[in-house]
């Protein structure tokens, strides 16, 4: 069983994101970080690493009405 929440998504017209004051805010936090990059085929670089988890939060987006 999964230990996962949904998540919502909705597409933001541009001209929603042009009248926004301010701007939009992005915060968010990067947990258990490893990263280790090797020579792989040709001598291109290759990135391997893994992340426990990522939060990520998004404000100032005035949405409207939500539909349930």
């Known amino acids: 069983m999964s230990n996962t929440s949904p998540i919502e998504t909705r597409e933001i017209a541009d001209a929603d994101l042009d009248g926004i004051a301010g701007g939009l805010s992005v915060g968010g936090t990067l947990d258990g970080l490893t990263a280790k990059v090797t ?7 290759v990135l391997e690493g893994s992340i426990k988890s990522v939060g990520i939060t998004v404000s100032d987006i005035p949405l409207g009405p939500i539909a349930l």
């Open 39 to 45: 020579q792989g085929p040709g001598g291109v670089p």
